[in-house]
């Protein structure tokens, strides 16, 4: 089998193959961790060539690496976009890019709701060195074409949103913002849906960002990112926002972690989405929840959409409890099998507090305004068999 990609093969059989061909590494099924800082050149003129860029080939793995380079390889094919690269941490592919692509007095106009960190980066970090940040709600078409300006160069959200499920319409706004200016780079956080779910350059926007250490690794296990799109743009980002001003570089061995976890990305996304839809419906139905905020269910607000540009509903959840944020307390203290943790995407199922967690950045009233209740509460459907979830859910909602 070729390592190129082939768009007659099925998104299972690429998320095993694609980017590795076992024929140029003595055979071995499994790709080679390159454990090496540095390459050694033949001669000068060499070296003087590979640094600056007149010769492909590796000189020094801050830049790129042989087995970083499989996992970017696979990771463009699965995304359907021409490059990727691949970095030590969701926020390193997030900050890198945006580091990247945005100069003082240029505006990014963001969705008004983020992962805590991504906010903060962006309140806290670019807007210090002159990006002035704009928050529209992109759900509300009128309101990004309200806020887009001669200044706009990005724009960027998730969707569906951490933490409160809101789901945009990803190819609608990418054809809003082109029609107003072609220049301006659309950015969708894919982490919550991965490849497999939905590919949003296939949408229309312009590159994809990660947090590979959720579904992508898949087993709690890791810390790592990626930006994905045209092999022009995630060239800048390499040799300008990793190279020189993040240095948000990926290690090998995590590398290789992160192949082997693509292997089983689709099925495991099967299972995450199936346990997810079950969770959502006994939530509906409890007495003890006021609200489900799933796109999975019928009366979801972005059921519609999230049916026509997702392959299915994603693994995540969140809810509000009748009780607010004391109910919530008592609910996530009373898990047994269901762990109290942040993060996401990985096999045991993880409940969190996003005000008092994820998103506690945002201060008291950021998150009023940026639409993060106080008592929501966020899980993380697992790999487990539903009815044993299930079965740890309600019995912490009826103590
Ligand atoms: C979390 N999220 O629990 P890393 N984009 C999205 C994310 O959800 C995250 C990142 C980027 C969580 C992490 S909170 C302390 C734990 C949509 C991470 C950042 O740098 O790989 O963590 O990715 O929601």
């Keep these: 089998m070729s390592s190129t990609s082939n768009s007659k ?30 390459f050694a ?25 042989p087995t970083q380079q499989i996992l970017e390889t696979r990771l463009a094919d699965l995304e359907e976009g021409e490059a990727a690269l691949a970095t030590a941490s969701g926020m390193g592919a997030i900050t890198s ?46 309101d990004i074409q309200a806020n887009l300006s001669e200044n706009t160069r990005v724009l960027y959200f998730e969707t569906p949103v951490n933490p409160n499920m809101r789901v945009m319409d990803i190819a609608a706004i990418s054809a809003l913002t082109k029609d107003y200016n072609p220049e301006i780079r659309v950015i969708v ?7 497999a779910l939905q590919r949003p350059l296939t949408l229309g926007a312009d590159l994809v960002v990660h947090s590979a250490t959720k579904y992508l690794g898949g087993h709690g296990d890791l810390i790592a990112g990626a930006v994905v799109g045209d092999a022009e743009t ?15 570089v990926i290690a090998p061995m995590t590398v290789f972690l992160i192949l082997r976890g693509i292997k089983t990305l689709q099925l495991r996304m099967e299972r995450h989405c199936q346990n997810a839809q079950a969770i959502a419906e006994m939530l509906e139905q409890h007495p003890t929840v006021d609200q489900v905020f799933f796109p999975g269910l019928k009366n ?28 919530g307390v008592r609910m996530l203290n009373r898990l047994k099998l269901v762990k109290l943790a942040v993060s996401l995407g990985d096999a045991e199922t993880l409940i969190q507090h996003p005000a008092s967690m994820t998103h506690s950045v945002y201060t008291p009233e950021e998150r009023a305004e940026h639409g993060i209740s106080e008592g929501l509460v966020r899980i993380s459907a697992g790999l487990e068999a539903v009815g044993d979830i299930i079965a740890d859910l309600e019995q912490a909602l009826e103590g």
């Design 300 to 327: 979801n607000p972005g059921h519609q959409i999230a049916s026509q540009q997702m392959d299915d509903f994603g693994g995540m959840i969140a809810l509000e409890l009748k009780g607010g944020y004391e109910a």
């Design 97 to 142: 890019t945006l580091w990247t692509l945005l100069a003082p007095g240029d505006q990014l106009l963001v969705d008004k709701t983020l992962y805590g960190c991504t906010f903060s980066f962006m309140e806290h970090g670019l807007k210090k060195f002159g990006v002035d940040i704009c928050y529209a709600d992109f759900t509300d078409h009128a």
């Design 9 to 38: 093969l099925s998104f299972a059989t690429r998320s095993v193959h694609a980017g590795y061909n076992s024929a140029d590494h003595e055979g071995s099924l499994n790709p080679p961790i390159y454990m090496t800082s540095t």
């Design 189 to 195: 956080d894919n982490t919550y849906c991965t490849p």
């Design 41 to 65: 050149f033949d001669n000068v003129a060499q070296g003087a060539a590979r640094f600056a860029g007149e010769e492909s080939g590796h000189f020094y793995s801050r830049v790129s690496n």
């Design 234 to 248: 995630i060239q800048q980002i390499r040799l300008s926002g990793l190279k020189d001003m993040t240095g948000a």
